[in-house]
T-cell receptor, first 112, second 115 residues
Framework: DAKTTQPPSMDCAEGRAANLPCNHS???????VYWYRQIHSQGPQYIIH???NNETNEMASLIITEDRKSSTLILPHATLRDTAVYYC?????????????FGTGTRLTIIP | GAGVSQSPSNKVTEKGKDVELRCDPI?????LYWYRQSLGQGLEFLIY????????KSGLPSDRFSAERTGGSVSTLTIQRTQQEDSAVYLC?????????????FGPGTRLTVL
């Protein structure tokens, strides 16, 4: 079973910041938070991951609360091409933890 | 460089036939994964390879499903005696290592339709 809870859908205006929340209240100390997205008819695409510090890359920023029970993915200037299903996944490193367990994700729609 | 490729992109078969789905991972990636995505089940893990070995086959839904990987590269997922509930998009992914935090790169998938 997925260990994360996400809203089923969200809308965001083009050019605005999209903030996607994820609840992972049962996360363990050795589990990372990963974000993937899936654009229609394509395979999932990695976005970002983090353990406890906030992370930023060319695609997005990841804000993890101090207690690590929730996180927010931020797309700073959303474009129409960011319309996709976004998956928040928790996963530990090491043997037996190789697979990704996808939940139902958040369907983000960018509005022109 | 080239990403993960899968073939065929679409496969239509009759119930009871066997099918083979192919995955070419990114060169140098030792870990390879198969997932499937169906309307009712979402994205679910099937099997994981590290090199040519499959330490995790826990997601294979029945003994009609099998997979192999040769030369630490190409993998084939075989479904015997296909059933209508096998209809789904079968996704392959690869990464540098399975046990580290490396991202998984996904292919475009094979859409399987069982009539």
């Amino acid at each position: 079973d997925a260990k994360t809870t996400q809203p089923p859908s969200m809308d965001c205006a083009e050019g605005r910041a999209a903030n996607l929340p994820c609840n992972h209240s049962t996360i363990s100390g050795n589990e990372y938070v990963y974000w993937y997205r899936q654009i229609h008819s394509q395979g999932p695409q990695y976005i970002i991951h983090g353990l406890k510090n906030n992370e930023t890359n060319e695609m997005a920023s990841l804000i993890i609360t101090e207690d690590r029970k929730s996180s927010t993915l931020i797309l700073p200037h959303a474009t129409l091409r960011d319309t996709a299903v976004y998956y928040c996944i928790v996963r530990a490193r090491g043997f037996g933890n190789e697979k990704l367990t996808f939940g139902t994700g958040t369907r983000l729609t960018i509005i022109p | 460089g080239a990403g993960v490729s899968q073939s065929p992109s679409n496969k239509v078969t009759e119930k009871g036939k066997d099918v083979e789905l192919r995955c070419d991972p990114i060169s140098g990636h030792t870990a390879l994964y198969w997932y499937r995505q169906s309307l009712g089940q979402g994205l679910e893990f099937l099997i994981y390879f590290q090199g040519n070995s499959a330490p995790d086959k826990s997601g294979l839904p029945s003994d009609r499903f099998s997979a192999e990987r040769t030369g630490g590269s190409v993998s084939t997922l075989t479904i015997q005696r296909t059933q209508q509930e096998d209809s789904a998009v079968y996704l392959c992914a690869s990464s540098f290592s399975g046990t580290d935090y490396n991202e998984q790169f996904f292919g475009p998938g094979t859409r399987l339709t069982v009539l």
